[in-house]
C-alpha cells in the first residue's frame, strides 16, 4: 500500500462507519447489481444501497477533485420501486470502472465494508484528504425523501460536504453536476439558473418564426404522474409567449407511470389514460423522471401515430444541417442510435439525409460517448431517450459567425446558437428535448403529420422471454448479433434471410433477469410470425422441452391480423426453466 495512502486511512473515521452502517443494515443475501442506469429495485430494500452510495460519491468527488451527483429514481419503473445513480464531473453517467466499486460496496457484508472502501480508495488513489462535494437530487415517489436522507447520511460519515437540490428532474440533477464542474460557464448551477437558459433561447428562436398560428404554438404533455408536471408547472411561465402547454397526469391523482408516460405510449403504442386527443393535436409524453420523450397524434381517422426517438433524431440531425448548409460550414455531424432503431429511420438519414448513422450497445452511456467523436453529435435511442452533442470548437466557431457573417447567415447562425443553449448536453432531457422539437416545428413551419410523413416505420415487435440464466446469451455488433448460444444466431439468419427489409436481434437485459427480443419487417403479419419464430428459436437454442405459458397483445396497433393467432402457432420449447415466459411488451 502506498505510504500517502494508508496515511491518508486515519481521514476516513472507520468506527462512525461501521456505527452509521450499522443503521443502514442491508438484508441478509441480498445481491444487486449497479446495471444499465444504476441500482433498481423494490424500494424497501434499498436503504443500505443509498447510504452505501453516499459513501462511494464521497471517494468518487475526492478522487476526481469535482462535484459529484446523486439521484434518486427508478425512472419509468412502478412506483413501489426505486433506484439510484451516480453522476460523473461532466454531468456523464458513472466511468464503469466505478460501477463495479459501486457493485461491490452495494453487496458487501457489514463486516466487509471497511476493507471494501479502503480497497476502492487503494484501487483509485484516492486521496482521502481531498474535499468532497455532493449535489443530490430526487423523483416524486413516495419513497424518495427518506433514501435521499440516506445518502446524505452516507455522506457526511465520510465527511463529504452536500447540496441537496430535493425534488429535481433527473437531467436537470446532471445539467447542476456539469454547471458545477465548468465554473459556470454551461450555466448557472440553480434551478433559476436552468429555467432562464433554456426559455432564453426557446424565445429567442421561436420570435424568428413565421407561422405562428395558434396550432403551432399548444402542446398537451402527459408527464407520467411524475417530476416533470412539477417541474414544467414551475417553467412554462418562463416561454409561455413563445409556447402554451396543457399538462395531463400531473401527479394529482394518478399513480406514477401507471398507464401513461413515455414507456408506456411507447410499448403499447396507445395514448396515456386521461388524455383527450382530438384529430391531429400535437401531445407528448415524459417518463417517471423525464429525461424520456415521444410525441404522438390521432389521424383524422381516429388512427394513432407514434413519433418515436428516432423520428425525433431526424427531425433534429436534419434541422442542424440544414443551418450548417445556410451558415457554409461543413461541420461532421453524425446520428448515434442502438439496434432498436428503426430500419426506415436508419435508411432516411443514411440515404436521404446523408448523415452518417452509427450504432451502439443500448443505455445512454455508450450512445453518449459515441456522440462525443463528432462536432455534432445526435444521440436518440427509439424509446425516447437523447440530446445533441457539440464540441467546444464548434460552440466557439458559431458564436463568432453570429456575430461576423452577414444577413442570413448570420441569422442562421444565431439560430444554432440558440439551439446549442437550448439542449441539455449532460444528458437526454424530456423538457429541454420538447422545446427543442417545438422550437424547430415552429420555424420550419412544420405539422406533426408532416413530421411524421417524414418516413414510415417498419411494422415492429419487442419481446420478453424469461430464462433462467440470460447470460447464457452473449452479443457482438453492438447487439445485433448473439455469440452464444452457438446456433442461435444462425438460426436468427435463416429466418431473416425470408422476409424484405426484416430484421431481427435478442439480447440480455441491462436492467430486468429477462432476454429481449426485436424484430422488424415489412408488414405487420410477418413481423407477428417473425418475433414468435425468434423466440422459438431462443428456446431450441436451450434444448428441447415441453410448452411455455405465453401472453399476447390484445390488439394489433394497425388493426391487421392478431399477434396472438401468429403466436398460437408456436409451441415454446424449453428445458431451462419451466417457469420461463414469453411476454408481449407491444
Ligand atoms: C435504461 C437506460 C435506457 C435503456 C434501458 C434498456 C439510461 C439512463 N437508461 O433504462 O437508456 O434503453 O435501460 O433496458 O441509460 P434493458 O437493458 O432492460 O432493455
Ligand atoms: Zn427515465
Do not use: E, M, W
Given at each position: 500500500m502506498p505510504e500517502t495512502i494508508f496515511l491518508n486511512f486515519v481521514d476516513m473515521d472507520l468506527g462512525a462507519i461501521t456505527k452509521y452502517s450499522a443503521l443502514h443494515a442491508k438484508p441478509n443475501g441480498l445481491i444487486l447489481q449497479y446495471g444499465t442506469a444504476g441500482f433498481r429495485t423494490k424500494a424497501e430494500h434499498l436503504d443500505h444501497v443509498m447510504f452505501r452510495m453516499g459513501l462511494l460519491a464521497v471517494l468518487r468527488s475526492k478522487q476526481t477533485k469535482s462535484t459529484i451527483g446523486v439521484m434518486v429514481t427508478a425512472s419509468h419503473n412502478p412506483e413501489e420501486d426505486n433506484g439510484v445513480k451516480l453522476v460523473d464531473p461532466l454531468g456523464e453517467m458513472l466511468a464503469p470502472s466505478w460501477e463495479e466499486h459501486a457493485t461491490c460496496l452495494a453487496n458487501a457484508e457489514e463486516q466487509d465494508m471497511q476493507r471494501v472502501l479502503i480497497d476502492i480508495s487503494e484501487k483509485e488513489a484516492v486521496n482521502l484528504q481531498q474535499d468532497a462535494f455532493v449535489v443530490i437530487g430526487r423523483d416524486t415517489r413516495p419513497s424518495s425523501e427518506k433514501l435521499s436522507q440516506s445518502v446524505?447520511?452516507?455522506?457526511?460519515?465520510l465527511g463529504g460536504?452536500?447540496?441537496?437540490?430535493g425534488l429535481l428532474t433527473t437531467p436537470q440533477l446532471h445539467y447542476m453536476v456539469y454547471c458545477r464542474n465548468t465554473g459556470g460557464r454551461y450555466g448557472k448551477a440553480t434551478i433559476e439558473g436552468y429555467y432562464q437558459k433554456l426559455s432564453k433561447a426557446f424565445v429567442e428562436l421561436t420570435k424568428q418564426a413565421s407561422c405562428s398560428g395558434d396550432e403551432y404554438r399548444s402542446l398537451k404533455v402527459d408527464c407520467a404522474n411524475g417530476i416533470g408536471a412539477l417541474k414544467l408547472r414551475e417553467m412554462e411561465h418562463y416561454f409561455s409567449q413563445g409556447l402554451s402547454v396543457q399538462l395531463f397526469n400531473d401527479g394529482s391523482k394518478g399513480k406514477l407511470n401507471h398507464l401513461c408516460g413515455a414507456d408506456f405510449v411507447k410499448s403499447h403504442q396507445k395514448p396515456p389514460q386521461g388524455m383527450e386527443i382530438k384529430s391531429n393535436e400535437r401531445?407528448?409524453?415524459?417518463?417517471?423522471?423525464?429525461?424520456?420523450?415521444?410525441?404522438?397524434?390521432?389521424d383524422a381517422d381516429g388512427h394513432f401515430h407514434l413519433i418515436d426517438g428516432d423520428k425525433i433524431a431526424t427531425l433534429i440531425s436534419s434541422f442542424l444541417k440544414e443551418l450548417l448548409v445556410e451558415i457554409g460550414e461543413s461541420l461532421n455531424?453524425?446520428?448515434?442510435?442502438?439496434?432498436?432503431?428503426n430500419g426506415s429511420s436508419t435508411r432516411y438519414l443514411e440515404e436521404v439525409m446523408k448523415v452518417p448513422v452509427y450504432c451502439t450497445k443500448t443505455g445512454v452511456k455508450h450512445l453518449h460517448h459515441k456522440a462525443q467523436e463528432f462536432d455534432i453529435g445526435v444521440y436518440f435511442e427509439a424509446n425516447g431517450h437523447g440530446t445533441a452533442l457539440f464540441s467546444t470548437a464548434v460552440e466557439m466557431k458559431i458564436k463568432q459567425s453570429a456575430e461576423q457573417l452577414e444577413d442570413k447567415k448570420r441569422k442562421a447562425a444565431k439560430m444554432l446558437e440558440n439551439i446549442i443553449d437550448l439542449f441539455n448536453q449532460a444528458a437526454g432531457d424530456a423538457i429541454s428535448d420538447m422545446l427543442v422539437i417545438e422550437a424547430i416545428l415552429a420555424l420550419k413551419g412544420l405539422t406533426v403529420q408532416q413530421w411524421d410523413a417524414l418516413y414510415t416505420d417498419l411494422?415492429?415487435?419487442?419481446?420478453?422471454?424469461?430464462?433462467?440464466?440470460?447470460?447464457?446469451?452473449s452479443t457482438t455488433n453492438a447487439e445485433r448479433q448473439a455469440v452464444t448460444p452457438p446456433g442461435l444466431q444462425e438460426a436468427i439468419n435463416d429466418l431473416v434471410k425470408k422476409y424484405k427489409l426484416s430484421r431481427a436481434f435478442v439480447r440480455p437485459s441491462g436492467t430486468e433477469d429477462v432476454v429481449r427480443v426485436y424484430a422488424e419487417a415489412d408488414s405487420q403479419f410477418k413481423i407477428g410470425y417473425k418475433a414468435a419464430e425468434t423466440t422459438h428459436n431462443i428456446n431450441n437454442a436451450f434444448g428441447p422441452g415441453t410448452a411455455d405459458e405465453h401472453t399476447v397483445p390484445k390488439q394489433c396497433c394497425d388493426g391487421?391480423?392478431?399477434f396472438a393467432k401468429e403466436t398460437r402457432a408456436f409451441r415454446m420449447r424449453s428445458a431451462v426453466a419451466s417457469h420461463r415466459k414469453l411476454i408481449m411488451i407491444n
Open positions: 446524505i447520511d452516507g455522506v457526511t460519515v460536504q452536500f447540496h441537496d437540490y401531445c407528448c409524453s415524459f417518463d417517471g423522471d423525464a429525461d424520456r420523450i415521444v410525441y404522438y397524434y390521432h455531424i453524425g446520428v448515434v442510435q442502438t439496434a432498436y432503431a411494422p415492429n415487435r419487442q419481446l420478453k422471454v424469461q430464462v433462467a440464466d440470460r447470460r447464457v446469451i391487421s391480423r392478431s
